[in-house]
């Protein structure tokens, strides 16, 4: 599978974004889905996850109540809406998508996903 991230960009402290990244490749939508993120320096952090179905998400705590990952299965394409973002929240965005299909479980490791698209900077000014 391949995945394509875009969306990314320099907004001000408090503004929101909404990235997106498209898969090509394989059954879409037998696969779950996630975003994690890098900061210069530091390791790629989970932040949101949504399984194959849609029925379940996931979120790291410092985002919750302000992210909201989805999908759109006809569009092979998952979303992550970001609000309130904070300047802490600079970083590379990437997609991630599972190894195999139909997991549901929690998966939250980098290496636990078996396919990333490329990324997408978001730079969040204070």
């Known amino acids: 599978v391949q995945l394509q991230a875009s969306g990314g960009g320099l907004v001000q402290a408090g503004d929101s974004l909404r990235l997106s990244c498209v898969a090509s490749?394989?059954?879409?939508?037998?696969?779950?889905m996630a975003w994690f993120r890098q900061a210069p320096g530091k390791e790629r952090e989970f932040v949101a996850r949504i399984t194959w179905s849609g029925a379940s998400t996931y979120y790291v705590d410092s985002v919750k109540g302000r992210f909201t990952i989805s999908r759109d299965n006809a569009k092979n394409t998952v979303y992550l809406q970001m609000n309130s973002l904070k300047p802490e929240e600079t970083a590379v965005y990437y997609c991630?998508?599972?190894?195999?299909?139909?997991?549901?479980?929690?998966?939250?490791?980098?290496?636990?996903?078996?396919?990333w698209g490329q990324g997408t900077q978001v730079t969040v000014s204070s």
């Open positions: 991630a998508a599972d190894p195999s299909p139909w997991q549901s479980r929690l998966l939250s490791y980098p290496g636990e996903y078996g396919y």
């Open positions: 490749g394989r059954s879409f939508s037998a696969y779950g």
